[in-house]
């Protein structure tokens, strides 16, 4: 069974400071690695995409992959209580059409 | 643009009554995507086209039927409901074809409730 693991949390920071989420997955075929944001009764939307080992930044944003470690992480600086959201680990599989989906961290921001 | 449409946005069904979720998208995606989002489980697949006119079963295809109807619809039928599949349900599709990268691009979702 392929698997994308996240820690479930809940994530609490205050507002101001960095936010860290990791992810693992099990499929090492995988190419393609993407962090969704979902705000509670809305659905996913994506935030970033990572297909190369290292880090990528997207203003407030940084996606980081290992892939020798199977790990994919996101980092939010200045984390805002717009930021309160699920954010959701997903991971294109080895046969490049199935994306499979963390349980998702819940991070909640305190103003 | 609408992007990706579902429907129903709500729905309640008693156990054994049948249904079709309809979800079409206008972006000209050629991959569709269902799945369905339960509390702490995250989104599970349920089936896929990866292009019009085929289908695969997804983690949890069971109880379900997929048709891909046209490159722009793809709809999802639960033939008898049980309890287990009271769930929000999404729609998602996605540009890819064979070897590219891209990202799902979701609908507003089904909340659907069996009783």
């Known amino acids: 069974q392929k698997e994308v693991e996240q820690n479930s949390g809940p994530l609490s920071v205050p507002e101001g400071a960095i936010a860290s989420l990791n992810c693992t997955y099990s499929?090492?075929?995988?190419?393609?690695f993407f962090w969704y944001r979902q705000y509670s009764g809305k659905s996913p939307e994506l935030i970033m995409f990572?297909?190369?080992?290292g880090d990528k930044e997207d203003g407030r944003f940084t996606a980081q992959l290992n892939k020798a470690s199977q790990y994919v992480s996101l980092l939010i600086r200045d984390s805002q209580p717009s930021d309160s959201a699920t954010y959701l680990c997903a991971v294109i599989d080895t046969g490049g059409f199935k994306t499979i989906f963390g349980a998702g961290t819940r991070l909640f921001v305190k103003a | 643009n609408a992007g990706v449409t579902q429907t129903p946005k709500f729905q309640v069904l008693k156990t054994g009554q049948s249904m079709t979720l309809q979800c079409a998208q206008d972006m000209n995606h050629n991959s569709m995507y269902w799945y369905r989002q339960d509390p702490g489980m995250g989104l599970r697949l349920i089936y896929y086209?990866?292009?019009?006119?085929?289908?695969d079963k997804g983690e949890v295809p069971n109880g379900y039927n997929v048709s891909r109807l046209n490159k722009r619809e793809f709809s999802l039928r639960l033939e008898s409901a049980a309890p287990s599949q009271t769930s929000v349900y999404f729609c998602?599709?996605?540009?890819?074809?064979?070897?590219?990268?891209?990202?799902?691009?979701f609908g507003n979702g089904t909340r659907l409730t069996v009783t």
């Open positions: 499929d090492r075929g995988s190419q393609s």
């Open positions: 086209s990866a292009s019009e006119g085929t289908t």
């Open positions: 990572i297909y190369s080992n």
């Open positions: 998602a599709s996605s540009g890819s074809s064979v070897g590219a990268l891209s990202p799902l691009h």
